[in-house]
């Protein structure tokens, strides 16, 4: 049997975490909206697919009528899309914010579904870089992401300053008038820039040690 892409995993774990959160299943709507998706025509062929796997059973007369079956809820882990590396240093150029799909992820890392806290949006990248070494998160590492648009002050985040088209792991901190970005080494100094110039692209749930 083919195995599921990473937008059916989504719509998965999606389904599960919507039944667990609210009691009963997601609509086609929200599941549209809750994984970002274009359409809910684009919804319904992914849960074809998922129902001809056997891993829903769909009941057509009802409007939530989503069941998730035996093997979509037996599995303790999870695929992660890694989407690219991100700079806890200065920050690193990437072509566009497109680099952020993650649903044009090649390469996938399997963590178990308690790292990932049930959260939606989950995605990994590899650290480059030395300024969050206080932080313990050291070059080679791999981040694990949740997908959101703000952060609290002094969550560490995954940060787009749009002018200079660049990409950067920092504490974020919101000041008068202007964005400061905190990296956490002591012989680094902070970039600061226009609220306007920065864009969160997500926050820090889980650092996966890569050991040398």
């Given at each position: 049997m083919k195995p599921l892409s990473l937008r059916q995993q989504q719509i998965v774990r999606f389904i599960g975490d919507f039944c667990h959160d609210f009691g009963y299943p997601p609509t086609i709507r929200d599941i549209m909206k809750g994984c970002r998706l274009s359409s809910t025509s684009v919804v319904a062929y992914n849960?074809?697919?998922?129902?001809?796997?056997?891993?829903?059973?769909?009941?057509?007369?009802?409007?939530?009528?989503?069941e998730l079956l035996g093997q979509?809820?037996?599995?303790s882990s999870i695929?992660?899309?890694?989407?690219?590396?991100?700079?806890?240093?200065?920050?690193?150029?990437?072509?566009?914010?497109?680099?952020?799909d993650i649903t044009a992820a090649a390469e996938t890392l399997e963590v178990t579904r308690d790292l990932a806290r049930g959260r939606q949006g989950v995605y990994a990248l590899r650290v480059k870089g030395r300024s969050m070494v206080d932080a313990l998160v050291n070059d080679g590492d791999i981040v694990l992401m949740e997908y959101v648009t703000t952060v609290d002050n002094g969550e560490v985040a995954a940060i787009w300053l749009k002018s200079e088209r660049e990409a950067t792991l920092k504490r974020?901190?919101?000041e008068s008038g202007r964005i400061r970005l905190q990296p956490?080494?002591?012989?680094?100094q902070p970039i600061y820039a226009e609220p306007d110039n920065v864009t969160i692209q997500g926050r820090v749930?889980?650092?996966i040690r890569q050991l040398a």
């Open positions: 849960l074809g697919v998922l129902e001809r796997a056997k891993y829903i059973r769909r009941h057509g007369e009802v409007a939530r009528g989503i979509a809820l037996a599995g695929q992660v899309p890694i989407i690219g590396q991100i700079a806890a240093g200065e920050p690193i150029p990437v072509p566009t914010v497109d680099t952020w974020f901190y919101a956490a080494n002591s012989e680094m749930i889980a650092v």
